[in-house]
């Protein structure tokens, strides 16, 4: 991978993105997004990630200078790769927290927005303004922003193209916690450390249940929950949850992650 690179301590990886000088998201770092996404769900001593772009800046958008001469016909083939590497980041099956720094506007917000929470610094500046530059958002954008803050607060936030500060998109619920600038990343690894011995298979479940039940009708989701919650009990973990808790009450149980 040439723009991202990955960091693994105690279960825990930092998925940094790293292309000067403002994290442009090309069709490069989006392969390597990608490829990132898929080795992190597949290994075994990582429990749980954290993104960020660095003290400086998460990622201030997709790359304009490799769009501005596509035609139609070029984007049509170009877009998928555009929105499959957010959605790959959004498949992990494991908890993800973005750890946001400076700008995240633009595809950098969409980036965030596949994270499962958001810790922004207190100077952290997020937004869509696509429509500035006469086009929409297209990795996720105009889906994930309006499922998270609502339809209306999604249509003024894209409509306009204005940014947000870290105040306000807390408020909002565009981000799950406002921290001074030095300690973002901190407090991000801090919080999914917590999952390094958790019971891995139902942390998997729990996700799968709220990202595809959030797709669907009620009915349809409590279904896959129920799938999910039976095929749970498969697992060693439920048996040594179960057995702990029988035995030790609640808090006290050790996993294997299998």
């Known amino acids: 991978m040439e723009f991202v690179s990955i960091d693994v301590t105690d ?19 989006q392969a390597d997004l990608r490829e990132a996404a898929a080795e992190l769900g597949e290994r075994d001593d990582v429990r749980a990630v954290v993104i960020w772009g660095g003290e400086r800046v998460f990622a201030a958008g997709n790359d304009v200078k490799e769009m501005a001469d596509l035609s ?26 973005a750890a946001v ?19 922004a610094a207190e100077d952290a500046v997020l937004g869509q303004p696509e429509v500035l530059l006469g ?21 003024d936030i894209v ?22 600038p ?12 917590q999952f390094s011995g958790a019971a891995a298979l139902a942390l998997r ?9 959030s797709e669907v009708d009620l009915d349809t989701g409590l279904e896959i929950e129920r ?14 949850g179960i057995t702990s808790f029988v035995e030790n009450g609640p808090g006290k149980a050790t996993f294997v992650g299998r």
Do not use: W
């Open 11 to 29: 279960g825990v990886a930092v998925l940094r993105l790293d292309r000067p000088k403002m994290n442009a998201i090309s069709v490069q770092v």
């Open 72 to 97: 139609y016909a070029d984007m049509v083939k170009v877009s998928a790769s555009v929105s499959s590497a957010t959605t790959a980041i959004a498949r992990i099956p494991k908890p993800v927290v």
């Open 101 to 119: 720094n400076g700008y995240a506007l633009g595809g950098g917000c969409e980036l965030a927005l596949a994270a499962d929470l958001r810790f």
């Open 135 to 155: 086009i929409i958002p297209g990795a996720g954008g105009t889906q994930r922003l309006s499922r998270l803050v609502g339809a209306s607060r999604a249509k």
């Open 159 to 180: 409509f306009t193209g204005r940014f947000v500060k870290a105040d306000e998109a807390l408020r909002i619920g565009l981000v799950d916690r406002v921290l001074p």
């Open 182 to 193: 030095e300690r973002v990343l901190e407090e991000s690894v801090a919080y999914v450390s």
């Open 205 to 213: 479940a729990a996700k799968e249940c709220i990202d595809r039940g």
């Open 227 to 240: 799938q999910q919650f039976a095929g749970v009990f498969a697992t060693e973990d439920r048996t040594r």
